[in-house]
């Protein structure tokens, strides 16, 4: 199976999908990095989780307005419904996304 744009995997995306974008030299994005892979596990075959170097992908980065890193963008239906930068505790980090697909 060929590989998958990003525009193509949020557009096709039968599930909401989850992007980190971060890169190797950002602290908090180490710190996130965590509570990324739970948020993957805990809905995993609910929920399409990716990372993005923005180093190594500027121009995904360019595309979404990334300003910063870490960068946490939520879409669904090809559509961003939610997105922050920062890192987040995790409780908060799973609230918000499940607030925004409206899973609790």
Request: aromatic share 10%.
């Amino acid at each position: 199976m060929a590989k998958k744009t990003l525009e193509e995997l949020i557009g096709e995306s039968t599930m909401p999908v989850f992007i980190d974008f971060y890169a190797d030299w950002c602290g908090p994005c180490h710190s996130i990095a965590p509570s990324i892979i739970k948020l993957a596990q805990e809905f995993s075959g609910r929920l399409t989780v990716v990372k993005i170097n923005v180093d190594k992908q500027p121009e995904a980065a360019a595309r979404y307005q990334v300003q910063g890193v870490p960068a946490l963008m939520l879409f669904d239906k090809g559509s961003v419904i939610w997105r922050t930068s920062g890192a987040l505790p995790y409780p908060r980090l799973k609230a918000e996304v499940s607030k925004a697909l409206g899973w609790g």
